[in-house]
């Protein structure tokens, strides 16, 4: 038997070699992952022997804690940079008003020769002040009338005027607060009925204010209804959807993940549908038989919905988060970052575009010009990657994303009214998002 050729085994362990170090990157990034989701979005900025200390061997940390982390200076000082002068107190919005208070002078006589003094002038200042919520009992008188002179004369009064919830005791400027303090400041209501039973001395159970949210919920749904329409009307519509914890009273113990789904188009109005699952029936029924141009994620929910028309195209943002992702566990992936500036130009392009206010047309034919050198230059680079990079790892997902969805993200090139990015719609339009940090959550 003939040894092994040694440049064959050198190869040989080469490669195993390559291939275990891709190992142990993945390993890596998965752990500086969880990490991170452990302490919190401000740990993201952290390095992986900060994360290590703070994850491993201070379990007790607080988020306070992991902040001054991320805000602390390294050890290599750069040189302080010059500080703006303070722009001084910012002065209090005009719209406010104003209630004026006067203070008179405790002394109003001359101190030289006892005459009494004078108003010359006043010391003005100003501060924000609050009157809190003052809950009252309106009472209602609607005048009887007869005639005297009728041995017959018949009792006339005025009808009562249209209430949200008829013959309830709450005033619709009540019901209205609670749904305005539920769904914008996302304040929920058990602890509403403590602030109702602390502030009037009345107690109204979680049932009764259930009743009123889902009373108001049917009122709007003809103006849900009417927006729709006008969203189907339009032949560009972005869609996304996102998860919302539900409590279930099924004794399940746990919450349900729900899902909204958000419709619109940009710069004007969206849409949102409940649904429990994140199936496809949810858009399916909102779009019916709609023929347009749908710009979505890459959630197969959205394949085989709307008309046979319909046109699907991906959302550039949702791509360029990806590696935005893998750079946040490996911040020394030169490949992930390239990919992330050469995607920055994609939206640079279209921010030059809005800039010079062109048409659609116009905007094509600039995307054209200026962005096609670097779409061409992206899929180049993905292929690249993806013969060398490990398909679990957030770079080589990052990458299978991108191809997976690269007819559509091209359709970009295709039509001028499509805008790069959807994710906008989420943080500009959901407010779900927004009571993400007190807990907020629906009750079914």
């Given at each position: ?31 500086r992952k969880q990490r991170i989701l452990m302490l919190g979005p401000q ?242 029924k909102f779009l019916d038989k709609w023929e347009g141009i749908l710009q ?149």
């Open positions: 038997m003939s040894a092994p050729d040694p440049q064959v085994r050198i190869v040989t362990l080469e490669r195993e070699l390559h291939w275990a170090q891709l190992k142990i990157q993945v390993l890596e990034e998965r752990l740990s993201e900025t952290l390095s992986n022997l900060q994360l290590e200390l703070l994850a491993d061997e201070e379990p007790g940390v607080t988020a306070e804690e992991v902040e001054a982390e991320a805000r602390r200076e390294p050890v290599a000082k750069m040189p302080a940079r010059e500080r703006k002068p303070h722009p001084g107190r910012e002065r209090l919005p005009e719209n406010l008003p104003r209630v004026e208070k006067v203070i008179p002078c405790q002394d109003q006589t001359c101190s030289g020769c006892g005459k009494e003094t004078a108003v010359i002038g006043y010391d003005e200042s100003e501060q924000l002040d609050v009157e809190p919520a003052r809950y009252f009992v309106r009472e209602t008188r609607r005048e009887k009338r007869a005639c005297r002179g009728c041995e017959q004369g018949t009792v006339t009064m005025s009808p009562l005027e249209a209430r949200i919830i008829e013959k309830g005791l709450a005033s619709d400027a009540v019901v209205i607060d609670t749904v305005v303090s539920k769904y914008c400041d996302h304040l929920p209501l058990y602890r509403q009925a403590a602030i109702l039973e602390r502030e009037a001395g009345l107690e109204i159970g979680r049932a009764t204010l259930d009743g009123w949210v889902m009373r108001v919920g049917e009122l709007l749904q003809p103006v849900v209804a009417v927006m729709r329409k006008d969203l189907l009307s339009a032949s560009y519509l972005q869609a996304d959807e996102t998860t919302v914890p539900v409590q279930m009273h099924d004794g399940r113990g746990s919450n349900h993940e729900a899902y909204l789904w958000q419709y619109g188009k940009p710069g004007g109005e969206t849409v949102f549908d409940f649904c429990l699952g994140r199936g496809r029936d949810g858009p399916r979505t994620d890459g959630y197969q929910a959205y394949e085989g919905v709307g008309g046979p028309k319909m046109v699907h195209v991906a959302c550039w943002a949702h791509s360029r988060r990806k590696f935005v992702d893998a750079v946040k566990v490996n911040p020394q992936d030169a490949e992930a970052v390239k990919m992330v500036v050469r995607m920055d130009a994609l939206f640079l392009i279209d921010r030059n575009a809005r800039e010079q206010a062109l048409s659609s047309a116009e905007r094509l034919a600039f995307r054209r010009e200026h962005a096609r050198p670097w779409v061409d230059e992206i899929r180049q680079e993905c292929l690249a990657i993806k013969r060398q990079a490990l398909p679990q790892s957030a770079l080589g997902k990052a990458v299978a994303y991108t191809l997976n969805m690269w007819k559509k993200l091209e359709r970009c090139l295709e039509y001028g009214q499509v805008e790069r990015p959807t994710i906008w719609r989420r943080t500009r339009c959901d407010p779900s998002h927004w009571g993400e940090r007190t807990g907020y959550m629906l009750e079914a």
